[in-house]
């Protein structure tokens, strides 16, 4: 199976700063990723999938890049709502499909 | 709207069964490969198990945790997935949701999911 780790597990910041959430697959994944925004209580929400694609109806200021192993969530301008848990997901090989442990993002 | 309602959580001791079930609407049910997560309470995301469309063979794929114990079905003339769970274990305890697949076919990404059931395995 297909290990992802993401860094940090938590941070904090302000409205308006740039933040970048990491995650690193064990293998090689071609850019099979997707990521998920979480808030308290509710269901993921689906952001970007093959590493860099924009769910339609989710805001530019979300953006992915990345290849091979590494792979990383910029959000180039937080607002008040973008504070949530977020994952990152690899489907390069399934099943299973692996999560990382998800990066909590806090207001400062 | 797309929409994914999930039913029949709630409060089961353990060894013993319940089914959930996923009512879908405003998509063709069938064109779509659906799949069910869980979330342990404070914990993170783990995938349980995927259901196929008929045109890719219906067919079905678990996680190891939950092989042998779980059953994943649809019924495409009521819109509905369901997942059986047998043998239920306190580790089990967790929100479930019901999630459809992000292409149709099987893209494994999730593009809509349910709001979630929460199963509670204790004596």
């Known amino acids: 199976d297909i290990q992802m780790t993401q860094s940090p597990s938590s941070l904090s910041a302000s409205v308006g700063d740039r933040v970048t959430i990491t995650c690193r697959a064990s293998?090689?994944?071609?850019?099979?990723l997707a990521w998920y925004q979480q808030k308290p209580g509710k269901a993921p929400k689906l952001l970007l999938y093959?590493?860099?694609r924009l769910e339609s109806g989710v805001p530019s200021r979300f953006s992915g890049s990345g290849s091979g192993t590494d792979y990383t969530l910029t959000i180039s301008s937080l607002q008040p709502e973008d504070f949530a848990t977020y994952y990152c997901?690899?489907?390069?090989?399934?099943?299973?499909?692996?999560f990382g442990q998800g990066t909590r993002l806090e207001i400062k | 709207e797309v929409q994914l309602v999930e039913s029949g959580g709630g409060l089961v001791q353990p060894g013993r069964s319940l089914r959930l079930s996923c009512t879908a609407s405003?998509?063709?049910?069938?064109?779509?490969?659906m799949s069910w997560f869980r979330q342990a309470p404070g914990k993170g995301l783990e995938w349980v198990g995927f259901?196929?469309?008929?045109?890719?063979?219906?067919?079905?794929e678990y996680a190891a945790s939950v092989k042998g114990r779980f059953t994943i079905s649809r019924d495409d003339s009521k819109s509905i997935a369901y997942l059986q769970m047998n043998s239920l274990k306190t580790e089990d305890t967790a929100v479930y949701y019901c999630?459809?697949?992000?292409?149709?076919?099987?893209?494994?990404?999730?593009?809509?999911w349910g709001q979630g059931t929460l199963v509670t395995v204790s004596s």
């Open positions: 259901i196929r469309s008929k045109a890719y063979g219906g067919t079905t």
């Open positions: 293998q090689g994944i071609s850019n099979s």
């Open positions: 405003g998509f063709t049910f069938g064109d779509y490969a």
């Open positions: 093959a590493a860099s």
């Open positions: 997901q690899q489907y390069y090989s399934t099943p299973p499909i692996t």
């Open positions: 999630t459809r697949d992000g292409r149709g076919g099987s893209s494994w990404y999730f593009d809509y």
